[in-house]
Nanobody, 127 residues
Framework: EVQLVESGGGSVQAGGSLRLSCTASGFTFDDSDIGWYRQAPGNECELVSTLSSDGSTYLADSVKGRFTMSQDNAKNTVFLQMNSLKPEDTAAYYC?????????????????????WGKGTLVTISS
């Protein structure tokens, strides 16, 4: 059974940092495209960052210069380092692997059968 488990969420003040982790079991990250999505209250599911198996990366304009995605294949874990956090970064953050899509619909998680999703970790940024 494939499981993706996110951790590292929490509550911090604006300007602070958090590092989210996503660890996989039953699945190997190093041959897969991986993404972080988020969903803020009242907003659609948003693709935040990707690491592709071909080495290409993507960062949403709203997080460029502040967020960095990385992976540790030995630990089968991916990370999302989030710096200079803003109140508008408040959301549930989800890790996904497989067929990463720019738009998945209104709600995360949103598997279409070609990907795997974690259950999410909550990030709250206070002003």
């Amino acid at each position: 059974e494939v499981q993706l488990v996110e951790s590292g969420g929490g509550s911090v003040q604006a300007g602070g940092s958090l590092r989210l982790s996503c660890t996989a079991s039953g699945f190997t990250f190093d041959d897969s495209d991986i993404g972080w999505y988020r969903q803020a209250p009242g907003n659609e599911c948003e693709l935040v960052s990707t690491l592709s198996s071909d080495g290409s990366t993507y960062l949403a304009d709203s997080v460029k210069g502040r967020f960095t995605m990385s992976q540790d294949n030995a630990k089968n874990t991916v990370f999302l380092q989030m710096n200079s956090l803003k109140p508008e970064d408040t959301a549930a953050y989800y890790c996904a692997a497989g067929a990463i899509r720019l738009w998945v619909g209104s709600t995360c998680p949103a598997s279409d059968g070609r990907d795997y999703w974690g259950k999410g970790t909550l990030v709250t940024i206070s002003s």
